[in-house]
Structures are given as structure tokens and as C-alpha cells.
């Protein structure tokens, strides 16, 4: 890679990090509020959901902002913003301000993604690359964040763990200033007003273009509603029931979860790769397709044994965070030039905004039918990705 590609590379990557530390810390501190604040999981889905879907919401604006004055300034506050979240999570002392602070959160972190994945289709000559080295920071935070998180809950009292997460973002922050990173767009650039957005996002919906939303607005439905409540689900198995170590209470479920994310490191970077020598929409295909397989596997595997039950763990780790580098490139071959950071504002409006249905769509069937009922309805929304990616393939 040029000095240039390796400069956004570090940079987004360390931010990317940063988001994912946050995001998928969460879904560790949902067993111990479910018990604190006295909810059922609908009730706690739909509360987790909102903040998740800010994410979406924010996106689209996010978006704008970054075809307009430029994608560094804007990640650099989105990191800031995260950890103030984290901080007024600590907070928390019933739904209402627990809602409150993932949506603040849920709001900081909708300006990342846009943002810094525009920066990278801007300024960078090898996107795939870089693509796949964001997708490996993403993927050390996703691992780190919650393995970090799953330790300290053993020990110290959430709403610690929860000031403890907060506090590397001043660092991420800084950095990200100091970084030697320019961004060519200029206040002269992008959307300056209504028509020229909606002439825009019409250049932009092609028929090819959304297509491809709706198939990452499956997946972001599966991604969430799969990982919400993962840390519960596991726990729930007769594989993972909690032990005592040394006077501490442990809790196996959150060790796997963490372990399964971690794997998903070797996904991002590989899904990333394989865009070099596969179609996108080829590869969309393949991956929606052997989610389906897991999610059918998931449960009939716990009841085989450890060793099978790891290996389905493994494989769904590696095979979900494969999907997101793979469609950041299809929809780069299908945004306009001049409407990348509006491309991706629409991207992760279906992917987390879309996507947030399925903490809510995971914790009402998890009350009303269980686990196996809720890994069947995730194979499905898989597999109606898997279809449109197809349909893609064969325009």
C-alpha cells in the first residue's frame, strides 16, 4: 500500500475499533439488566433497539456532512461522543435513562461508519485492502471490547466496567486529531441543499444500488438480532452453565461470545480479500447462504457436544463479519463518485437503523417461543438476502 492507503488505514481502523468496543459490549450488560431493572427481554429488546437504531437514523445526515466538509473531524467527535455515552450509561438507574444513554450513544456512533468508510472510497487507491485492514481494526475491537468487558464483570460492578470502557475514546480521539490523514473535500463540495439531495439520492437508486440495500438491510436484521441477546442465549445452554472460580462466579456464555467475535477478525479481513478475485454479489450469495446453515445448526449443535457446538460458534463468527467488507465494496462500484458519503449514510440506515427491528424481533420471540424458534427466524432472513444477492448476480 502507498504511504497514504497505510495512513487511513491506521486511522479508520483505530476508530473502527472504537465503535465496535462499544457496540458490542452492550449485549454483555443485557442479562444483568434484565435482573436490575426488573424487564422482560421484549421490553429490554426494544430498549437496546432504540439506541442501535440511532445508528441507522444518524447515518444518512452523517453521510452528508462528510461529501460536504469532509469525513476527519466528523470520526474524531463520533469517538468523543461514544464515550460520553458509555459514561452516562454508568449512570443508569431505571429504563428511562438507561434509554437515554444508549440513544446519546446510539446517536455518536451513527456519525462513524458514513463518515469513515467515505473517507476511505475518497482518498485511498487500494480499497479493497484497506477495506479489509478497517475491517481487522473493526475486528480487534468487536474481540477486545467484550473480552475485556466479560473479565471485568467478574470482578467489579457494571456500572464500573461501564466507565472503564469510556475512558480509552479521549485517546482514540486525540490520536485521530494528531493523525496525518487529509481529506479532499471541501466545504465547496457535496449536497447544499434539498433538490440537489434528492436529485442525488435518485442518481444514486439504481436498480443494482437497491437491490443491494436490501440485502444489507437482511443481513443487519440477522446481525442484530443474532447478537443482542447471544451472551442470554448461550447461557441458557446446559453447555454453559455458570461456575465458581476461585470465589468469583463466571460466566462460560460470555467467554464464548467474546471467542466468537474474536474469529470474526480472520472474516473481515478475508471478506475483504475475496473481493479481489470474486463478484461481490457472488460472494453475498455464499456468505447469506452459509449463515443460513448455521443459524439452522446453532441449537441441534449444542445437543452434540462442546467441540461441534465451538466449531458452529467459530464458523458463524468468521462467516457474519465476512459480509460487511464484501457489500462496503458493492456499493462503492455503485455509488457516484461525488455521493460516496451518501451512499454509505444510506448503507448503515439499513444495516443498524433497518437492522435495530431485530434486538426488538429477537427478544419478543425469545419470551414467546425460545431459542430454537429465534435461530430458525434468523435463517430465514438470511436466506431472503441470500435470494436478492442472486437476483444481483443474474442482472
Known amino acids: 500500500m502507498q504511504s497514504t492507503d497505510r495512513r487511513v488505514a491506521a486511522f479508520t481502523g483505530l476508530a473502527h475499533a472504537s465503535f465496535h468496543t ?40 452523517s453521510g452528508l456532512l462528510s461529501d460536504r466538509f469532509g469525513s476527519k473531524t466528523l470520526v474524531v467527535t463520533a469517538v468523543a461522543g461514544m464515550g460520553g455515552g458509555f459514561l452516562l450509561l454508568s449512570t443508569a438507574t431505571g429504563l428511562a435513562s438507561l434509554t437515554a444513554a444508549l440513544m446519546l450513544w446510539g446517536v455518536a456512533a451513527s456519525v462513524y461508519h458514513p463518515a469513515g468508510l467515505s473517507l476511505i472510497s475518497r482518498v485511498v487507491d487500494d480499497r479493497g485492502t484497506v477495506f479489509a485492514y478497517h475491517g481487522v481494526g473493526g475486528s480487534l475491537g468487536t474481540a477486545a471490547g467484550p473480552a475485556v468487558t466479560a473479565v471485568l464483570l467478574v470482578v467489579v460492578d457494571w456500572r464500573l466496567v461501564a466507565v472503564a470502557l469510556a475512558t480509552p475514546a ?62 442470554e442465549s448461550l447461557s441458557g445452554l446446559a453447555l454453559f452453565e455458570p461456575v465458581a472460580v476461585a470465589g468469583w462466579t463466571v460466566d462460560p456464555g460470555q ?61 458463524l463468527g468468521l462467516v457474519l463479519y465476512s459480509v460487511a467488507p464484501i457489500y462496503q465494496v458493492a456499493i462503492a462500484d455503485r455509488a457516484p463518485e461525488g455521493s460516496h458519503g451518501l451512499s454509505y449514510g444510506y448503507t448503515y440506515l439499513g444495516t443498524f437503523g433497518v437492522g435495530a427491528v431485530g434486538a426488538a424481533m429477537a427478544g419478543a420471540v425469545l419470551d414467546r417461543a425460545g431459542t430454537p424458534t429465534l435461530f430458525v427466524v434468523l435463517a430465514a432472513f438470511a436466506g431472503l438476502g441470500a435470494a436478492v444477492a442472486l437476483a444481483l448476480v443474474r442482472r
Open 255 to 315: 467467554y464464548v461470545y467474546a471467542g466468537l467475535l474474536a474469529v470474526g477478525a480472520l472474516g473481515q479481513y478475508g471478506g475483504g480479500r475475496v473481493t479481489h478475485y470474486v463478484r461481490s454479489e457472488v460472494a453475498l450469495v455464499a456468505t447469506l447462504g452459509v449463515l443460513v446453515v448455521l443459524a439452522l445448526a446453532f441449537v441441534p449443535a449444542s445437543g452434540v457436544g462442546t467441540s461441534a457446538f465451538l466449531l458452529v460458534c467459530a464458523l
Open 22 to 61: 462499544y457496540e458490542l459490549a452492550i449485549p454483555l450488560f443485557v442479562p444483568l439488566w434484565l435482573d436490575e431493572f426488573s424487564a422482560s427481554a421484549a421490553t429490554l429488546g426494544l430498549v437496546v433497539g432504540a439506541g442501535y437504531a440511532l445508528i441507522g437514523v444518524g447515518a444518512l445526515p
Open 170 to 231: 479521549a485517546a482514540v480521539a486525540v490520536a485521530g486529531l494528531l493523525s496525518a490523514v487529509d481529506d479532499p473535500v471541501g466545504s465547496d463540495a457535496g449536497i447544499t441543499d434539498v433538490r440537489g439531495f434528492v436529485d442525488d439520492t435518485r442518481a444514486l437508486f439504481t436498480a443494482g444500488f437497491a437491490l443491494t440495500m436490501v440485502v444489507v438491510m437482511l443481513y443487519g436484521v440477522y446481525y442484530r438480532g443474532l447478537l443482542t441477546f447471544l451472551p
